[in-house]
């Protein structure tokens, strides 16, 4: 069908039509969704003739419900059109990766990886003919391997030359993420079908069924459809035989019939003939097959008549269903035993490993050793290929056809658990192990299955039931290389305890250095885990180590889940180190990596840097793009650790906003259930972003209670890094309007000397900006300025906009203090502009309202109550909350309220700074 001949969706083909016209200038994305039946793979196929009539190269993939757990089966079907002088100018290492991956070679090359297929890809795509169009159907069935293989394509992509066409059945997931978050360097566009009118029913009823309803009959059908062509259309077919006017589904007397597309298809189906049925079984069990696959199993005439019923459609030389529910309907209502009968026929005439054990699966009911063993090989080949969801199908199926007497079952077991894992299933992959343990008599088996639970439970749970884990695998370790990787694992996920962790990584590194011979993957582990425990610990960044590490581990034949990766620990730690750019593009190069992987339960943690990232660098909108992303992959992939971390970047994003009721809320709720699970590492983190939200808020009693019990945690677990504090700056802030002096110059020189030693200009601009605060109130005016400058000396080169803006901020206000009026407003001018420009609205406020004192004045938009004016003017005076209380007749309680809503409105932080502001108010 192309677009001529289409009925309808007039303004929709345009707009697709537009995108495509324009795509040798701009590299564009149009998404079509809708619910089942809609019309969206009739505009999908339009649009495509359409492309085809064009000078397009155009690559097509319409994938299918039953290919989803066949690895890279959408890519083939992308590339199926791909000449073969375009895959010959490849280069030797991107040519064997993509045959190997799709099968078109047996044995993988010695540089093979999930990454490598990705990476082919897009090379291939940068040698064709532009435009070049990429049209998948149906892209909530995309395998999990093409998807990442399109993702990542899609994010390298021209800003010219490139039209991507995807048709999305509205309501459902896809392991495409570009349908939720489209790449940057595409201009997207989404076409939500609706309804389709009477008017259009009626020609689509005709041209598609060959029926014309009379007018009641058309109404009743669009009605009992909801506009939906496939439905309408099946409607019709079934009421063709009621008289002139008579209401759909009462025909012959029947009840009304539901407005479900079910029971449509039941009746559609209903009049086939067994020969036919057999036909479209052998179709829907294959998923899309080829013409020439069908054919050596399905006679030309029996294939003929089910096209010509409309049932199946032949095109691109595939057998494909008029609409995918249909095949979903003709499989699930074929007795089982047919069914089985059928999938054994089918095994035997595959000839790759994978398709063959897939249809094996389906046809085996009950233990059987042999073709365990074969599904099990077919697993470990998906698992090599980076497609994790595959294996882990195929797993499944290994594991339930084992005999409880073989010794392979727990094996099997174990590897299963990996595959859920590594496909993002941590749940059940625990639940899997956990069942099994007990029964698992091999002790290095053993071992090794703690081991994973402990990866498990740390993504999953408590730092506390990792850490279990963990030991017992130290404990039952039968090998010098389990102990070492035991140990590796122990000081990863000792999280509340660094001398702890760092305790087991010189056990590790130990162990290798006794046992010269041991895998490179455990040398790499244990070099990996000394440098970044040290890094905890206060030691600095060895960034050398973390190298050495990858180096290492890009030898060893058994790789890392990439968020356990040397690349993963340096991206992460890079950002703390205030080495923000090259943090960046590290942090940037593991999500594509994680996209190209198959890896996901490695995807959140490629995600998880990202938010605070932007944050610090000033981009909050990006900042909060990426947190929500990571929020969704954290919740689908189960993993309650990135789930809270997830929900604190999106409080503190909010936070710095001002929006600081939904970051309070989110912050107690988790904090709650850190308190609950002795969960410090969180409870730390918690308290901190509190207690930045009471101080934005201007509690500084309030922020300090918090923010003194995180410090108090950070200490107590060895936490020394200070790019890993970053609240020590409102500490010192909130202590110093609280007056707890002598407290604050200590945590001045704490986190000066921290900072200093490892060369953190956050921290030493956070301590120096403490410095000049606290020499202000002293009354050293050219002291102060001096730190000050020193601070923001210590931010040059280092894109930290929000510090920036608070160190100019705390100088301009020391400087209104000291009478330097024209220089005041000059810096807090400033400060207000950057902090406006960030969107930070409190702390803007705050700049303007000191702003409004350069004058010599009170903003007469802050206005006080009585009693509030009358609160102020005695805690000027220094007189006591209980002396106050008494004076004004009020509780302690509502002095402490009422001062909290006075240093908000008048952006002060302390009595101190009151008592000046009223001064002032005086004598203007």
Same mark, same amino acid.
């Given at each position: 069908m192309n677009i001529s001949t289409m009925v309808g969706r007039v303004d929709e083909r345009r707009r697709i039509a537009h995108a495509l016209a324009r795509a040798s200038e701009l590299s564009s994305l149009v998404i079509v969704s809708g619910e089942a039946g809609i019309g969206k793979s009739a505009l999908f196929g339009s649009s495509v003739e359409e492309a085809r009539a064009s000078a397009a190269t155009v690559l097509v993939s319409r994938p299918a419900r039953a290919e989803e757990s066949f690895a890279y089966s959408a890519l083939a079907d992308l590339l199926d059109g791909v000449s073969g002088a375009a895959l010959d100018a490849l280069s030797a290492p991107a040519r064997r990766a993509l045959d190997f991956a799709l099968r078109r070679a047996d044995d993988p090359p010695p540089d093979f990886d999930a990454g490598a297929v990705a990476f082919a890809a897009a090379q291939l795509l940068a040698t064709l003919a532009a435009p070049v169009v990429l049209a998948i159907d149906d892209v909530q069935w995309v395998d999990a391997s093409s998807a990442a293989v399109v993702d990542f394509v899609l994010r390298r992509v021209p800003a010219a030359g490139m039209f991507v066409l995807a048709a999305w059945r509205s309501g459902t997931s896809s392991r495409c993420t570009f349908v939720s978050r489209p790449p940057d360097a595409l201009a997207c566009e989404t076409i939500a079908l609706g309804p389709v009118g009477v008017a259009e029913l009626h020609h689509i009823i005709r041209e598609r069924a060959g029926i014309v309803p009379t007018r009641p009959a058309l109404v009743g059908i669009a009605e009992m459809s909801g506009g939906n062509p496939l439905f309408a259309i099946e409607l019709a077919r079934h009421t063709a035989g009621s008289r002139v006017g008579q209401p759909v589904g009462q025909a012959t007397g029947a009840a009304p019939m539901p407005p479900t597309l079910r029971d449509s298809l039941r009746r559609r189906l209903s009049s086939l003939s067994d020969d036919a049925r057999a036909t479209l079984l052998v179709v829907a069990a294959l998923g899309r097959p080829s013409l020439a696959q069908v054919s050596e199993l399905v006679a030309a005439e029996d294939l003929e008549r089910v096209e010509a019923d409309g049932a199946i459609v032949i095109r691109d030389g595939r057998v494909e269903f008029s609409h995918p529910l249909l095949a979903a309907e003709i499989y699930a209502s074929t007795p089982t035993m047919t069914r089985i009968a059928m999938h054994a026929r089918l095994a035997a005439s595959m000839g790759s490993l994978e398709e063959r054990a897939h249809h094996l699966a389906l046809a085996t009911s009950k233990p059987d050793a042999a073709v365990a063993s074969e599904i099990d090989a077919a697993a470990v080949a998906a698992a090599n290929r980076g497609a994790p969801h595959a294996a882990a199908d195929l797993g499944e199926a290994a594991v339930r056809l084992t005999p409880a007497a073989d010794p392979n079952l727990w094996r099997r077991q174990v590897a299963l658990a990996e595959h859920r894992f590594r496909?993002?299933?941590?749940?059940?992959?625990? $639940? &899997?192990?956990?069942?099994?343990?007990?029964?698992?008599?091999?002790?290095?088996? $053993?071992?090794?299955?703690?081991?994973?639970?402990?990866e498990i439970a740390f993504e999953s749970d408590t730092p506390s039931v990792a850490i279990g884990y963990a030991t017992r695998a130290v404990r039952d370790a039968p090998t010098p290389a389990l102990e070492?990787?035991?140990?590796?694992?122990?000081?990863?996920?000792?999280?509340?305890?660094?001398?702890?962790?760092?305790?087991?990584?010189?056990?590790?590194?130990?162990?290798?250095?006794?046992?010269?011979?041991?895998?490179?993957?455990?040398?790499?582990?244990?070099?990996?885990?000394?440098?970044?425990?040290?890094?905890?610990?206060?030691?600095?960044?060895?960034?050398?180590?973390?190298?050495?590490?990858?180096?290492?581990?890009?030898?060893?034949?058994?790789?890392?889940?990439?968020?356990?990766?040397? @690349?993963?620990?340096?991206?992460?730690?890079?950002?703390?180190?205030?080495?923000?750019?090259?943090?960046?593009?590290?942090?940037?190069?593991?999500?594509?990596?994680?996209?190209?992987?198959?890896?996901?339960?490695?995807?959140?943690?490629?995600?998880? !840097?990202?938010?605070?990232?932007?944050?610090?660098?000033?981009?909050?909108?990006?900042?909060?793009?990426?947190?929500?992303? !990571?929020?969704?992959?954290?919740?689908?992939?189960?993993?309650?650790?990135?789930?809270?971390?997830?929900?604190?970047?999106?409080?503190?994003?909010?936070? !710095? $906003?001002?929006?600081?009721?939904?970051?309070?809320?989110?912050?107690?709720?988790?904090?709650?259930?850190?308190?609950?699970?002795?969960?410090?590492?969180?409870i730390a983190a918690l308290t901190a972003l509190l207690g930045f939200v009471e101080w934005s808020d201007g509690d500084a009693v309030g922020a300090l209670a918090h923010l003194r019990r995180s410090f108090v945690e950070r200490e107590a677990m060895g936490l020394r890094e200070p790019g890993r504090s970053r609240f020590l700056g409102d500490h010192i802030e909130t202590l110093i309007a609280c007056d707890e002096i002598d407290e604050a110059r200590d945590l001045i020189a704490l986190v000066y000397d921290r900072s200093v030693a490892v060369g953190r200009p956050s921290g030493i601009s956070a301590?120096?900006?403490?410095?000049?605060?606290?020499?202000? @109130?002293?009354?050293?005016?050219?002291?102060?300025?001096?730190?000050?400058?020193?601070?923001?000396?210590?931010?040059?080169?280092?894109?930290?906009?929000?510090?920036?803006?608070?160190?100019?901020?705390?100088?301009?206000?020391?400087?209104?203090?000291?009478?330097?009026? @024209?220089?005041?407003?000059?810096?807090? #001018?400033?400060?207000?502009?950057?902090?406006?420009?960030? &969107?930070?609205?409190?702390?803007? #406020?705050?700049?303007?309202?000191?702003?409004?004192?350069?004058?010599?004045?009170?903003?007469?938009?802050?206005?006080?109550?009585?009693?509030?004016?009358?609160?102020?003017?005695?805690?000027?005076?220094?007189?006591?909350?209980?002396?106050?209380?008494?004076?004004?007749?009020?509780?302690?309680?509502?002095?402490?309220?009422?001062?909290?809503?006075?240093? $908000?409105?008048?952006?002060?932080?302390?009595?101190?700074?009151?008592?000046?502001?009223?001064?002032?108010?005086?004598r203007g």
């Open positions: 496909a993002g299933d941590a749940a059940l992959a625990r $639940r &899997g192990l956990e069942e099994a343990l007990d029964s698992i008599d091999d002790t290095a088996l $053993r071992a090794r299955s703690m081991l994973l639970l402990a070492a990787e035991a140990r590796v694992t122990l000081a990863r996920v000792y999280y509340d305890d660094f001398s702890q962790a760092c305790e087991h990584a010189r056990e590790a590194r130990a162990i290798v250095e006794r046992e010269p011979s041991l895998p490179a993957d455990i040398v790499a582990a244990a070099e990996l885990t000394a440098a970044t425990t040290a890094f905890l610990a206060g030691a600095g960044l060895d960034r050398a180590a973390y190298e050495r590490a990858a180096d290492i581990e890009a030898t060893s034949a058994r790789r890392p889940r990439l968020a356990d990766s040397a @690349r993963a620990a340096l991206a992460a730690d890079l950002k703390y180190a205030d080495q923000l750019d090259d943090a960046r593009i590290a942090l940037l190069a593991l999500h594509e990596e994680s996209l190209g992987s198959g890896d996901e339960s490695s995807r959140p943690f490629a995600l998880s !840097h990202l938010p605070q990232l932007e944050l610090f660098t000033g981009s909050w909108d990006v900042a909060e793009a990426w947190a929500n992303e !990571h929020l969704m992959l954290a919740e689908a992939t189960r993993q309650h650790g990135q789930i809270v971390q997830a929900r604190f970047n999106l409080a503190m994003i909010a936070a !710095h $906003r001002g929006d600081l009721e939904p970051a309070r809320a989110h912050a107690l709720h988790d904090l709650e259930v850190a308190i609950a699970a002795n969960d410090r590492w969180t301590a120096q900006r403490g410095s000049g605060l606290l020499l202000a @109130r002293d009354g050293d005016q050219s002291g102060a300025q001096d730190a000050f400058a020193a601070a923001l000396a210590a931010l040059d080169g280092v894109p930290l906009p929000f510090e920036r803006a608070r160190t100019l901020l705390a100088q301009g206000q020391a400087l209104r203090r000291g009478k330097a009026r @024209r220089a005041a407003r000059e810096v807090l #001018a400033a400060a207000h502009d950057e902090f406006t420009r960030l &969107g930070a609205q409190l702390w803007a #406020a705050r700049a303007s309202n000191e702003i409004d004192r350069v004058g010599g004045r009170v903003s007469t938009s802050l206005e006080l109550t009585d009693t509030e004016r009358r609160v102020a003017e005695l805690a000027a005076t220094g007189a006591s909350t209980r002396a106050i209380a008494a004076a004004a007749y009020i509780s302690v309680k509502t002095v402490e309220a009422n001062l909290t809503r006075i240093y $908000r409105k008048l952006g002060v932080t302390s009595r101190a700074e009151l008592a000046a502001l009223m001064a002032d108010g005086r």
